[in-house]
């Protein structure tokens, strides 16, 4: 608030000028981690980013008891695998995971089902391997499923089941 000029103030006491900025230089992309380009570059080992991703983790973990495991099969690795499965398909709708996502992954790999095709479970035993613990079988395991196959509801991975060769991108 102003001060009338009548009223005697001490120096210190006194409005001072205000703190002039300077004007901010035009910003550029020059750092190196920096994306020069709208959409984030994709491809076989960069991953899908997305919000909230730990929250599969927990998701798949509620659906442990729904997993029906072949002989050699690891809980632990399974669970590991739908989670990054979910995170990539929640990330590519651009959303959280839920638990939609993670039925889905379980769904396209024949966890879910009573007798999976026995060809499915070699290849899904061969893919889930040591993938709680070991990055890179998780990201040929992500990389795997084709975008096409990770987008489709779990419904319709139920009905496709005899095409699982394709939906899990079989070598």
């Known amino acids: 608030m102003t001060q009338p000029s009548f009223v005697p103030i001490t120096e210190a006491d006194q409005v001072r000028p205000a703190l002039r900025l ?5 910003w550029t992309t020059s750092r190196p981690a920096e994306l020069r380009f709208p959409v984030s570059p994709g491809g076989r080992g960069r991953g899908t980013p997305g919000p909230d991703q730990g929250f599969a983790l927990r998701l798949a973990r509620r ?19 739908a989670a990054l499965l979910a995170t990539r398909r929640a990330a590519l ?20 089902d009573d007798h999976p095709p026995e060809e499915l479970v070699e290849a899904r ?41 394709t939906l899990v991108g079989a070598d």
Request: no cysteine; glycine share 6%.
């Open 93 to 112: 709708f651009g959303r959280a995971p839920t638990v939609h996502d993670v039925e889905t992954a379980l769904s396209l790999w024949g966890f879910l």
């Open 63 to 81: 659906s442990a008891d729904r997993v029906r495991l072949g002989p050699g099969e690891s809980e632990e690795d399974v669970i590991v695998g």
């Open 125 to 165: 035993r061969r893919a889930f391997s040591s993938a709680s613990r070991d990055y890179h079988v998780q990201r040929a395991l992500v990389d795997r499923i084709p975008e096409a196959a990770i987008r489709l509801p779990a419904a319709d991975v139920a009905v496709r089941r005899d095409d699982w060769a």
């Open 22 to 26: 300077r004007v901010p230089r035009p």
